[in-house]
């Protein structure tokens, strides 16, 4: 799971790493990977350097988009909403603090996640 959230420097394991978290999502989670979302928000809030954090946020971009598109996941979705909300809430606000470029990226995709995760709880 480690390699899965760590950021690599080369540009075509990047994308094979992505398309693993994809099917991840897609076929086995959560059943055969119930601690995945777990293990991401641990990297997130106890990441000791920026890559760890942007890969992981990533990571957990993934999961959340490929839950969002499928209604067989909707419980899934509002459990990984549950476990991720106070934690990116925390991130976002660290990067709005020390906000660069790069941290630019990272808040993209974390309101990317917020924007799925709080859609799916309006009502229609």
């Known amino acids: 799971l480690d390699m899965l959230t760590r950021q690599w420097g080369n540009k075509s394991l990047t994308l094979i790493i992505r398309e ?8 086995d989670y959560p059943d055969r990977w119930p601690d995945i979302v777990p293990t991401i928000v641990t990297n997130i809030t106890c990441a000791a350097d920026f890559n760890t954090v942007a890969s992981s946020v990533e990571a957990l971009k993934a999961i959340t988009s490929v839950c969002g598109r499928s209604l067989s996941h909707e419980v899934t979705l509002s459990n990984l ?8 809430l ?3 606000g ?3 603090a020390n906000y ?11 309101f990317k996640i917020f ?3 709080v859609f799916y709880h309006m009502p229609n």
Do not use: R
Request: no cysteine; aromatic share 6%; proline share 6%.
């Open 94 to 96: 660290k990067l709005f």
């Open 90 to 92: 925390e991130l976002s």
């Open 20 to 27: 693993i978290i994809h099917l991840i999502a897609e076929i």
């Open 115 to 117: 924007n799925l995760t």
């Open 81 to 88: 909403s549950n476990k991720t909300f106070i934690p990116l």
């Open 100 to 110: 660069t470029p790069e941290t630019q990226t990272i808040l993209v995709s974390v």
